[in-house]
């Protein structure tokens, strides 16, 4: 009967340790998903933020390159208008020189 005992006392015993193994590793677990759950959180959080900085940075490079047409419009219109203007100077000059040449020639014609 002592054998019986001795065996079963050592039964209960692995029973018992297998138990706290079970327990432990159970915890462990249980620590790992919640571990791993804040980690996904934290990495969806950080592909947010990223995500919306991705936003504002596309949004500011749209909104310098829109100011940049801007001004190369503005410039290309003053271009333009300071060489009609720059025509039409040189046009009436023009046409004075010419006006003025035909009084002379009319003036030496009455000579």
């Given amino acids: ?3 019986l005992e001795k065996s079963r006392e ?3 015993a692995a029973v018992k340790r ?3 193994l079970i327990t432990t590793a159970e915890k462990r677990e249980k620590m790992h998903v919640e571990e791993l ?3 996904e959180a934290r990495r969806a959080e950080e592909a947010r933020i990223a995500e919306e900085l991705r936003g504002k940075l596309l949004a500011k490079t749209e909104m310098r390159s829109e100011e940049s047409q801007r001004k190369m419009q503005k410039a290309e219109d003053a271009y333009r208008q300071l060489r009609k203007d720059s025509t039409d100077m040189l046009r ?3 046409e004075k020189c ?3 040449e035909v009084e002379i020639v009319n003036v030496l014609r009455r000579l």
């Fill in 10 to 12: 050592a039964y209960d």
């Fill in 98 to 100: 010419l006006n003025g």
């Fill in 37 to 39: 759950a804040k980690l």
């Fill in 18 to 20: 297998s138990e706290r």
């Fill in 92 to 94: 009436l000059r023009l």
């Fill in 1 to 3: 009967m002592a054998r």
